[in-house]
């Protein structure tokens, strides 16, 4: 199923090996012509169709936030793998208004009901300037009036644009608010419950249940558990903007949250978050300064090639990385391939995970999806 591109490696040479055939190998992988390849790129290689229908396989939930900008022919390309799609992100002010995304959500709405894909409102308190601020949490979850206009708003937005359900995706939630945000998606979810839709809730990637610092002390793992429909472990951006290079989402890292994840909430109820990007940093790094790059799976390996560098992998991560050096300035690059997405996956089914969660769908990976349907079988409701 995965082949790691050797020196001397040429996508005929590959077909060969693999008796699978060279526009398959080329399709599946989305490499482009003049079909160059990475030493240590790894290849998604199709399994035989009858082996792979035949196999005893978990029907899982595949969900995945999107802007309503995304490209057209991306969205389709994921789509047929999802059974929902969370459209990001709706707002809301102070008095508990809600705002719409800036960019009109109707056409993915309409071309997720064509592949039979439900469509989720994503609710943030993003304010103007882009970032999640905890004072619009503050000012909602202690007031029930407040809770009361949004939750009308929510329930005339949802039926009027034929939503499924709300994931509320709240980051940076104070301490103090603590049950306070608890009780209000309880609040929410048994209002939206009523009228037939469901309540998901984003989870920091905590590790117990005093982890320190201002992105976890306001998640009681155990309370949203219970108070939410099902949950979203967000087990990725160890590595991000800001940050010293590192894996987006080193699987030791996201195991440790995943074995805590357990022991508060149902295994039954926990969708596994999974990144779908990278970041190339310029060296050296200085906290404070540094700005990490994005960049989608597949830039990445394009970027290898034209670097004329090795794809190295790191086994405690199991995570790809690469260095390069361009005008004189050294970069690091790390990013997902189909190594670190299996082993995202064979988490789901060591803990009997409900499902998986893909932040984000902005960029092509269709090789993920391709494995992603060699392990699991889709629940499409």
């Known amino acids: 199923m995965i082949y790691v591109v050797q020196p001397g490696d040429t996508v005929d040479l590959i077909a060969t090996r693999t008796n699978v055939p060279v526009e398959t190998i080329i399709y599946d992988n989305q490499i482009s012509y003049p079909y160059r390849l990475a030493v240590g790129q790894a290849v998604y290689i199709a399994e035989d169709i009858d082996n792979n229908e035949s196999q005893d396989k978990r029907f899982i939930y595949v969900e995945g936030y999107a802007y309503p900008f995304i490209r057209e022919w991306v969205l389709n390309q994921a789509l047929p793998y999802l059974t929902d799609l969370l459209v990001f992100s709706y707002g809301f002010t102070e008095e508990g208004d809600l705002i719409p995304p800036a960019a009109d959500d109707q056409w993915m709405i309409e071309r997720a009901g064509q592949y039979g894909v439900n469509t989720v409102l994503t609710l943030t308190p993003i304010d103007a300037s882009g970032n999640f601020n905890n004072y619009l949490i503050s000012s909602v979850v202690n007031r029930e009036d407040r809770i009361g206009v949004m939750i009308s708003q929510l329930l005339g937005t949802l039926s009027h644009k034929r939503f499924s359900g709300v994931n509320i995706d709240f980051e940076y939630i104070r301490a103090e608010d603590r049950e306070a945000y608890t009780a209000f998606v309880r609040t929410v979810r048994e209002a939206l419950n009523a009228e037939g839709y469901q309540v998901s809730v984003a989870l920091a990637p ?111 991560a199991m995570s790809p990385f690469f260095i390069y050096a361009e005008d004189g300035i050294e970069h690091e690059v790390w990013f997902e391939d189909v190594r670190s997405i299996q082993a995202k996956f064979d988490l789901v089914k060591e803990f009997q995970l409900r499902g998986v969660g893909y932040w984000q769908l902005m960029q092509p990976f269709l090789a993920n999806w391709l494995l992603l349907k060699d392990n699991f079988r889709i629940i499409y409701e």
């Open 206 to 316: 905590k590790t117990s249940d005093t982890q320190q610092g201002l992105l976890y002390e306001g998640m009681d793992y155990r309370g949203l558990g219970e108070a939410a429909d099902y949950v979203l472990l967000m087990t990725y951006e160890w590595g991000y903007t800001y940050g010293p290079p590192m894996a987006v989402a080193p699987i030791d890292q996201v195991r440790a949250v995943v074995e805590y994840a357990v022991t508060q909430i149902e295994p039954s109820k926990i969708n596994l978050g999974i990144p779908n990007y990278g970041y190339d940093w310029p060296l050296p790094f200085v906290r404070g300064t540094t700005r990490a790059r994005t960049l989608g799976n597949q830039q990445a390996v394009q970027l290898a090639i034209t670097q004329g560098v090795e794809i190295r992998f790191d086994e405690s």
